[in-house]
């Protein structure tokens, strides 16, 4: 039997209805945490989920499943480690095999100047609750056999930050069972069904228009990825977001066990191991905004030979598939989650290269928002008005690869 | 070869070999300077569509150089050295 | 005949044979069953060549001494911890091929196209997987990738039109018994026969198979739309018989037989053409047919690739997944090496049946041949790191070189406490030519500037300097430098700037961006790469500078041309360090013979470089900022306290409106200057520094420490940090970093008058026979060699003269150009000229024109084969057809100018880069000469 298949989540399909307490624009994993998080915090279930494609087709769908805390500032190790713990649980909570795996990441240092950057990263973690050290040449070895310490002769490792809760899961599986957690409480989802207009009843957003109908709502999130842009400019507003296309590709199965997630800033790549066995790899946007999910070869082949310099072992691996995301890149690398100033309208979004590792949090807070009425001090500093307000979440730590 | 962009001077060019500029444009329903400015600062169109942009050719003539360029495919419309 | 190896057994191949036909005269099926169709459609033939798995046996000609284990999940495994070496992480070389026209495909249709495509006077190229050559994508540019027999990677950049010719494949069965051996598709048959395979009793299954003889078939049993249906195979490992039945009929048939030959209908092979939609693409042949849907599969193992049964379809569909996406994903169909080739229609008829609607195909990707990551890293390059003119010195004293901010920069020489002294109590000299260095001038340049940066330009009198900010819209600082007007007042309006190392590869582009933005009428020369820059500082630096020849030295914040050690200098005072300082930018070619002149001269005060390690703990005791360490992407003058270097009262600027908006908003924190008094945060051995560390103010968390060298000197151990403002909006003055206590300070730690910095020197009371006499050398005029010198192509330093100056006075230059015959003139911009010569002439038609005799560029001359052997592996561009002509772009991933000539290429790229271009050309070509024919 193929232990791969899935056995156990079902999906259930309902008739879309009229009005609902809360509507959620976009099923990938911040809409559907969302509605999971209404659902079993909160009790809200008179809540529908409206996709345009299928249910974790966007980003959520396309990502390199990476999870973890390392961040540079203080809001955002405090948030994303609160999500690294939510991973941790999620597949006890939902009782389905998410293939979480905790295998910790290491961040190299090729550089005096990046030898500091992890040593602060690893200070400033470890202050806010994210558990990560800096580690010497030989135990980066130790933890990462497979590395050419020389990178090729060009890029020695002089060291590494080490974040032994960072994580991988598998990205489809999230999204489904926080679909199927939503659903079974009486969330509904609609996939198929674009979002083509919000209901404005004098200045306050009360519905959606929806290729299926009107649909009046007490609430609206939009948690669209890619196409942002767009529902706000439907509520009146426009966004401190470009969009840009990130690739990845996987690699056919590797018979030998790779365990850290390894990433490299001055190399700008990122790989780790998925449950199948497949190296799969990851580096930084592509440098023009763009809506297309066309891959380009520069992408595979930049990356290819970058990862060779440190994981010479990749030479005779065979590449099976590239594919793209479009990613919403805010101005300090920092999402943006909560109130937009127009009354019954909440947008999730900026999550740009780091949005997979963030989805149980991202939903549990703002699902809080939606319930309570409250901005949660966890997301408190990532509201759309901080530009405003000159308080950007400049995060030296996310920038570079996610 | 991803992005192909045509630089007047040196001929097309991988996109790699520059670096990209953003025109922008504050609406005119802004009025108080400070929106503007708040604006003009933080606020993108993000497109879907055909956009007017900057490209500055580093790993060549080191100029800069604008072109039409539709964000859905990627395909490039018209180039003239601005 | 050749004999290689399968699982240690030797094995015959004739000629023309592939590891598969080679197996199966063996005997020997590649994975042990399933269907094989011999296209390269399915992943039943898969086995591992030479320790590269994946690879399939039916696309793979056979070779002498392949080593073939049919463990095709397996490959070998790497060393991991042992003694022995690494493999080497080297890419696979590429050929890049510039045509019209690519057919992929030379089937009937194929041959066809590029028949018409020659025929129409194209530059046609093909590719067959007959001939090695597997298309693993069509990508944007256009650009097709292909492998090679010879073990390259071609990118063929073709300038019309892609026609894909690849033809269809061959739809497999799915029944119970699909996996076992003796199956093959009707192509595969007659592709066997015809390599002297016998198939014994055959039997076949759906079309009737072309290619095989009549007689050769004990039964035909048109399934399909012939109105039978396949129920299942059976055998023990290998087929026995096959069982079909009517449509409708209950009734068996059972038909012994050794092999089953299935004709199912056909698959178009379109994938390289739906991956490339909106490129200028043509299919032709059988990948332009409809793909035919088989019947509904009933059970049976569905995809092979990830092994997903019917049953395993039928189970996620009852649970909600409907979309084609989702059934994959929740089961991994066609997820495998054949990327659907063998599950898809059958996928697509199971969500037919089951759903209703026809859903499309999978979205096409590359890769649709898989190359391994040594392949595909073809023809790619890792970021070059610029070197100075001094590396070689460096490196001769003994510095360990470090990558900072894109350059090499020593780090330090070995004694980081000697360094320091040096500085302190001597004299010591830097290398700061990294630094970004611009010549502007022009009648727009005054207001230019005065509307990029925040401090009033115009009260910089001629001969003064001052440090300046760069700003971006947000108000947020990009970078420091210092503004230099030109002392000449004649020349009219002419500026100096430099920039920070780690922003010198921005600044051109920052500054042309807004020149053009203002409209301003402006000449901007970059000089980062022309300029050496070497920093003496210490209190011994003006009796140095004046054993070297030094006349007269500028004041605090001024700065003058004068020779030094016989080097044209202009010198300008300014201090990083905090002690007396001066910082020498003269001609990168005559680095070198400074730098060696001044340690002769320095050496009755032991003068001795310092290293960036050093100078990062010198300026921290002056409480200077470095960018990008002390600051963020956020960084306000506010926050910086550095608002005495913004006049908010002169006209606008880039960011003004920001910094007036944002002083509206309370501030939140601000980066200071911190003493911690003996004793010291606790730091261990390994890591001295509390850089990251958090600083509390008692119990709240209050930011953090961004620059502490771990040691102290006489006025305490200095750390500059972020502090956040506490909730009354006060900034504490006593906090605790790493629980101990430091008091936040105003001004520096070391000299907080700067009176060091500011020491008033009087170089006339140096006595004359202390001062030592170098000749000026100010080179000929000079034209280009002609002739390279004998043996392998080197880089040298290009003497050049670089004009900046309205293109119309360019264009009168070059009509009437007052340099000799031979020197080449190349227009690298319309406002940019870049003559081999080096005479002193003027622009007539431009007063503001900069003219500047220079090294920023090494040249290289290379004969017209090599050139395009190698421009072929390191060019990605097409190159120009006339002679002679100018190209400007990346080669080997540096930037460069080519000058094509008849019979031989000049290649330039600037002196940064030489050592790197140098090394990747040389390597380049021992690897073609390597891989000869």
Redesign the interface.
């Known amino acids: 039997m193929?232990e791969?298949?899935?056995?156990q989540?079902?999906?259930?399909?309902r008739p879309p209805k009229k009005s609902y307490d809360v509507v959620i624009v976009g099923a990938g994993g911040h809409g559907l945490a969302t509605a999971y998080y209404l659902a079993t915090r909160h009790g809200i279930t008179n809540v529908a989920v409206f996709e345009r494609g299928?249910?974790?087709?966007g980003n959520s769908?396309r990502n390199t499943t990476i999870i973890r805390a390392n961040y540079g500032i203080?809001a955002a190790v405090r948030f994303y480690q609160r999500s690294v713990d939510l991973y941790r649980g999620l597949e006890e909570e939902t009782d389905r095999w998410l293939m979480h795996q905790q295998k910790g990441i290491l961040w190299m240092a090729?550089?005096?100047?990046a030898v500091?950057a992890e040593?602060?990263?690893?200070?400033?973690n470890t202050?806010f609750g994210a558990q990560t050290e800096?580690v010497?040449p030989q135990q980066v070895k130790e933890l990462c056999?497979?590395l050419?310490m020389?990178g090729?002769g060009?890029?020695p490792v002089l060291g590494a930050s080490y974040h032994p809760q960072g994580a991988t899961a598998r990205h489809?599986r999230v999204v489904?069972a926080l679909a199927e957690g939503a659903m079974e409480r009486g969330a509904h989802v609609h996939?198929n069904t674009p979002v083509d207009g919000l209901i404005l009843d004098g200045e306050r957003v009360a519905g959606v228009r929806t290729a299926a109908g009107d649909v009046a709502a007490g609430a609206v999130v939009s948690a669209v990825g890619g196409?942002v842009?767009?529902i706000a400019a439907m509520a009146g507003l426009?966004?401190?977001?470009?969009?840009h296309r990130l690739q990845a590709f996987v690699?056919?199965?590797?018979?030998?066990q790779f365990g850290p997630i390894v990433a490299s800033s001055?190399?700008f790549f990122y790989a780790s191991q998925t449950a199948?066995g497949e190296m799969l790899l990851g580096a930084e946007i592509?440098?023009?905004?763009?809506?297309?999910?066309?891959?380009?070869?520069?992408?595979?082949?930049?990356v290819?030979?970058?990862?060779?310099?440190?994981?010479?072992?990749?030479?005779?691996?065979?590449?099976?598939?590239?594919?793209t995301g479009v990613c919403d890149m805010s101005?300090?690398?920092s999402p943006i989650m909560g109130q937009t100033g127009v009354e019954g309208f909440y947008l999730t979004t900026g999550w740009g290269t780091w949005g997979f590792k963030a989805i149980p949090a991202g939903g549990e807070q703002m699902a809080a928002l939606i319930a309570t009425g409250e901005v949660p001090e966890l997301i408190a500093p990532f509201g759309l008005d901080r530009?405003?307000?000159?308080?950007?979440m400049?995060d030296?730590g996310s920038a570079g690869t996610h | 070869?991803?992005?192909r962009i045509p630089c007047p001077t040196c001929g097309d060019r991988?996109?790699?070999e520059?670096?990209?500029g953003?025109i922008r444009c504050v609406?005119d329903h802004l009025t108080d300077p400070d929106e503007r400015d708040?604006?003009f600062?933080?606020?993108?169109?993000?497109?879907?569509g055909v956009?007017t942009?900057r490209w500055f050719h580093a790993q060549g003539c080191r100029r800069w150089l604008e072109i039409l360029?539709d964000?859905?495919?990627?395909r490039i419309l018209e180039a003239e050295e601005s | 005949m050749a004999t290689f190896l399968v699982d240690g057994q030797r094995v015959e191949a004739r000629a023309g044979d592939t590891l598969l036909v080679a197996m199966l005269r063996t005997g020997v099926h590649p994975t042990g069953g399933g269907c094989l169709c011999m296209g390269g459609d399915c992943p039943n033939c898969l086995v591992t060549v030479d320790?590269?798995?994946?690879t399939r046996s039916c696309q793979a000609r056979a070779t002498a001494g392949m080593k073939v284990t049919r463990d095709h999940?397996?490959?070998?495994?790497?060393a991991?911890?042992s003694d022995e070496p690494?493999?080497?992480?080297?890419?696979a070389p590429v050929r890049h091929v510039h045509c019209d026209t690519v057919v992929i495909g030379q089937g009937d249709s194929g041959r066809e196209a590029a028949r018409e495509a020659r025929d129409a006077d194209l530059d046609v190229v093909t590719l067959d997987a007959r001939d090695g050559q597997h298309v693993t994508?069509v990508?944007?540019?256009p650009?097709v990738?292909a492998s090679d027999q010879a073990g390259r990677v071609l990118?063929v950049h073709p300038r019309r039109e892609i026609v894909v010719a690849t033809g269809a494949a061959e739809i497999q069965p799915v029944v119970p018994g699909s996996d076992l051996e003796g199956l093959v598709t009707a192509r595969a048959a007659a592709g066997l026969v015809a390599a002297g395979i016998d198939l014994g009793r055959a039997v076949a299954l759906g079309e009737s198979p072309a290619g095989l003889p009549a007689d050769s078939l004990v039964a035909h049993f048109p399934v399909g739309e012939g109105g039978w249906e396949l129920v299942r195979f059976e055998g023990n490992g290998r087929i026995e018989a096959a069982v079909v039945r009517r449509h409708g009929d209950a009734t068996e048939e059972r038909i012994e037989c050794d092999t089953a030959v299935l004709g199912l209908g056909g698959n178009p092979r379109n994938a390289l053409a739906r991956?490339a939609s909106d490129l200028p693409v043509r299919v032709v042949g059988g990948a332009a047919m409809e793909p035919e849907l088989p019947a509904c599969p009933r059970e049976g193992t569905v995809c092979p690739c990830?092994?997903?049964?019917v049953a395993?379809l039928d189970?996620?569909w009852k649970?909600?997944?409907?979309?084609m996406?989702?059934l994959k994903?929740?089961?991994?169909a066609g997820?495998?090496?054949c990327?659907g080739g063998v599950c898809l229609p059958y996928l697509r008829s199971f969500l037919l049946e089951r759903g209703g609607r026809l859903q499309p195909a999978f979205?096409a990707?590359?890769?649709n041949r898989?190359?391994?990551?040594?392949e595909?890293?073809?023809?790619?390059?890792?970021a070059v790191t610029a070197r100075s003119p001094l590396h070689d010195e460096h490196l001769s004293l003994g510095a360990r070189m470090?990558?900072?901010g894109g350059w090499w920069r020593p780090?330090t020489y070995g004694r980081k406490d000697d360094e320091y002294r040096s500085v302190r109590e001597r004299v010591s000299l830097g290398d700061v030519s990294s630094l970004g260095k611009m010549a502007i001038s022009g009648p727009d340049a005054e207001a230019f500037l005065e509307r990029i940066v925040p401090t009033k330009v115009a009260t910089i009198r001629p001969g003064r300097c001052r440090y300046v900010l760069m700003l971006d819209e947000?108000g947020y600082l990009l970078d420091d430098g210092m503004l230099c007007r030109e002392a000449d007042e004649d020349a009219g309006d002419r500026f100096f700037l430099t920039s920070t190392s780690g922003g010198s590869g921005f600044f051109e582009l920052w500054l042309r961006d807004w020149a053009e933005a203002f409209g301003c009428d402006v000449r901007i020369l970059n000089q980062t790469a022309s300029l050496a820059a070497i920093n003496i500082t210490g209190p011994q630096a003006a009796r140095l500078l004046a054993r070297a020849g030094a006349r007269e030295l500028p004041a605090f914040g001024r700065h003058r041309a004068t020779p030094i050690a016989g080097v044209d200098c202009r010198v300008v005072r300014l201090s990083f360090t905090g002690e007396l300082s001066y910082e020498l930018h003269h001609p990168a070619a005559d680095a070198r013979k400074l730098w060696r002149r001044l340690l002769a001269a320095g050496a009755e005060f032991s003068v001795q470089p310092h290293g960036?390690?050093t100078l990062l703990r010198l300026r921290l005791e002056k409480g200077h900022i470095v960018i990008g360490?002390d600051t963020?992407?956020?960084s306000?003058p506010r926050r910086l306290a550095h608002e005495w270097a913004v006049n908010l009262n002169k006209g606008d600027f880039v960011g003004r409106q920001a910094i007036l908006?944002?002083n509206k908003?309370p501030l939140?924190k601000r980066l200071v200057t911190l003493r911690a008094d003996d004793p010291p945060p606790r730091r261990t051995a390994?890591?001295p520094?509390a850089?990251?560390?958090?600083i509390h103010d008692g119990e709240r968390?209050a930011g953090?420490v961004t620059s502490d060298a771990g040691t102290a000197a006489g006025g305490g151990r200095p750390m500059l940090g972020w502090l956040y403002l506490d909730a009354e909006g006060n900034l504490p003055r006593e906090v605790t970093v790493d629980g101990r206590a430091a008091r936040r300070i105003d001004g520096a730690t070391y000299d907080p008058e700067g009176e060091r910095a500011r020491a008033v020197v009087d170089t006339a009371s140096e006595s004359p026979e202390n001062v030592r006499e170098f000749p000026l050398a100010r080179p000929e005029a000079t034209d280009l060699a002609i002739e390279a010198p004998p043996g392998p192509p080197r880089f040298r330093q290009l003497e050049a003269t670089r004009v900046s100056a309205t293109p119309a006075a360019l264009d009168a230059l070059i009509a009437e150009p007052p340099w000799p015959a031979g020197a080449l003139a190349f227009r690298t911009a319309p406002d940019e000229l870049l003559v081999t010569a080096s005479p002193d002439f003027e622009v007539a038609g431009d007063p503001h024109a900069i003219v500047e005799r220079e090294t920023a560029f090494s040249y290289v001359w290379l004969g017209e084969a090599t050139v395009e052997r190698f421009l072929d592996r390191e060019c990605e561009w097409r190159r120009p057809d006339a002679r002679p002509a100018l190209a400007q772009g990346e080669i080997a991933g540096i930037p460069a100018k080519l000058w094509f000539e008849a019979g031989r290429t000049l290649i330039l790229t600037p002196a940064p880069f030489a050592a790197a271009f140098q090394r990747r050309l040389t390597g380049s070509l021992a690897e073609i000469d390597g891989v000869a024919g």
């Open positions: 193929n791969f298949v899935e056995r989540m079902k999906l259930t399909w299928y249910i974790g087709g769908g203080p090729h550089s005096e100047g500091r040593r602060m990263r690893a200070k400033l202050e800096f010497g056999p497979q050419d020389s090729g060009r890029w489809d489904w996939q196409h842009s767009r426009r966004l401190p977001i470009r969009t690699t056919n199965h590797y018979r030998q001055e190399l199948r592509d440098p023009q905004p763009s809506f297309s999910y066309r891959s380009s070869h520069d992408f595979v082949q930049d290819c030979r970058r990862a060779l310099c440190l994981l010479p072992f990749m030479s005779n691996l065979r590449v099976l598939r590239q594919w101005p300090d690398y530009f405003a307000r000159d308080r950007t400049a030296r | 070869m991803s992005l991988s996109v790699h520059f670096v990209h953003e609406p708040l604006d600062a933080f606020h993108h169109d993000n497109e879907e956009v942009e360029r964000t859905t495919t990627d | 320790g590269i798995a994946y999940l397996g490959g070998e495994e790497p991991l911890l690494m493999p080497a992480g080297n890419a994508g990508y944007p540019g650009l990738v990118h991956m990830s092994r997903v049964t395993d189970g996620v649970r909600g997944f409907h979309e996406e989702l994903r929740a089961t991994l997820t495998g090496t990327q979205t990707r590359p890769l898989q190359l391994t990551v040594r595909l890293a073809a023809g790619a390059h890792t470090d990558r900072a780090w947000r960036l390690e360490q963020d992407y956020d306000t908006r944002t908003q939140d390994e890591d520094s850089e990251g560390a958090a968390y953090y």
